[in-house]
């Protein structure tokens, strides 16, 4: 992607990229939950519509092998899985990449969102007050999202 993303933080997790990676990366047909992008399962891993947390948006990923449509009840966004990268794509403009990377503690997660739109690219901000504070919401959900894989994996993590 050669734009500048709008916000970026980043996290240790301390176990594995390769662990770390099966759980972030798995994506395929079927419903969302604990072994299918599980990103966007719910806070408990298991398919509920969507209403719950920031982030638990259940539904159904269809495609494949790399690029998936996952559908929910409130919205439809494009996965896809390229390398150590998992991006979703919806809406006008949205694009945010969870990236995996190796850490001298385990694992570094990156996530970058990006405005992508085509057209209007410059009227995004203008008529999304979604950026007021975009930074740092991403950043708490974010850290929620490492408190969960942390769980998840049984093991600590941190926000850089």
């Given at each position: 992607?050669?734009?500048?993303?709008?916000?970026?933080?980043?996290?240790?997790?301390?176990?594995?990229?390769?662990?770390?990676?099966?759980?972030?990366l798995?994506?395929?047909?079927?419903?969302?939950?604990?072994?299918n992008?599980?990103?966007?399962?719910?806070?408990?891993?298991?398919?509920?519509?969507?209403?719950?947390?920031?982030?638990?948006?259940?539904?159904?990923?269809?495609?494949?092998?790399?690029?998936?449509?996952?559908?929910?009840?409130?919205?439809?966004?494009?996965?896809?899985?390229?390398?150590?990268?998992?991006?979703?794509?919806?809406?006008?403009?949205?694009?945010?990449?969870?990236?995996v990377?190796?850490?001298?503690?385990?694992?570094?997660?990156?996530?970058?969102?990006?405005?992508?739109?085509?057209?209007?690219?410059?009227?995004?901000?203008?008529?999304?007050?979604?950026?007021?504070?975009?930074?740092?919401?991403?950043?708490?959900?974010?850290?929620?999202?490492?408190?969960?894989?942390?769980?998840?994996?049984?093991?600590?993590?941190?926000?850089?």
């Open positions: 992607m050669s734009r500048a993303p709008l916000c970026e933080v980043a996290g240790v997790v301390e176990a594995p990229p390769d662990r770390v990676g099966r759980l972030i798995t994506v395929g047909p079927g419903p969302v939950g604990r072994d992008a599980w990103l966007y399962a719910s806070n408990e891993g298991t398919v509920e519509p969507y209403g719950g947390a920031a982030g638990s948006y259940g539904g159904t990923a269809e495609g494949g092998p790399r690029r998936f449509i996952l559908r929910a009840p409130a919205h439809t966004m494009t996965i896809e899985v390229t390398g150590a990268t998992l991006a979703v794509q919806g809406g006008w403009w949205y694009r945010g990449e969870h990236t990377e190796p850490h001298p503690e385990g694992t570094l997660l990156i996530h970058r969102v990006f405005n992508v739109a085509e057209r209007g690219r410059w009227a995004v901000p203008l008529a999304n007050r979604f950026f007021a504070g975009l930074g740092d919401r991403t950043r708490n959900g974010f850290a929620e999202g490492l408190r969960r894989l942390g769980l998840e994996l049984g093991c600590g993590t941190r926000l850089l």
